[in-house]
């Protein structure tokens, strides 16, 4: 069993920055894509930035040139950060980790809220 837990949401006025951290459990994180999905109140889960075991990655267009995903092996963690946050990015967002990558991703972080207003 996997088990992520996620920190560094909160709430930031719009066009300031934040980086989400998730901590994975056990010394396998390497073999997992891990990926960063949000939900806003009313919303569909959607597919924020992916980042693959081999480091590729992939952003959700409303996103790209704001948002970072990277990942650190070493310590067990995907990270991402976020710059030039809007109202539109507020939402609870949820860490995950998939051994293939897919739909339904395989173990869930609990989510951190992050709110952008002024």
């Known amino acids: 069993q996997v088990q992520l837990v996620e920190s560094g949401g909160g709430l930031v006025q719009p066009g300031g920055s934040l980086k989400l951290s998730c901590v994975t459990s056990?010394?396998?994180?390497?073999?997992?894509?891990m990926g960063w999905y949000r939900q806003a109140p009313g919303k569909e889960r959607e597919l924020v930035a992916l980042?693959?075991?081999?480091?590729?990655?992939n952003y959700l267009d409303s996103v790209k040139d704001r948002f970072i995903i990277s990942r650190n092996n070493g310590k067990n963690t995907v990270y991402l950060q976020m710059n030039n946050l809007k109202p539109e990015d507020t939402a609870v967002y949820y860490c995950?980790?998939?051994?293939?990558?897919?739909?339904?991703?395989?173990?869930w972080g609990q989510g951190t809220q992050v709110t952008v207003s002024s």
């Open positions: 995950s980790a998939a051994l293939r990558i897919g739909p339904t991703p395989d173990y």
């Open positions: 056990g010394n396998i994180f390497s073999v997992y894509n």
């Open positions: 980042i693959s075991r081999e480091y590729a990655t």
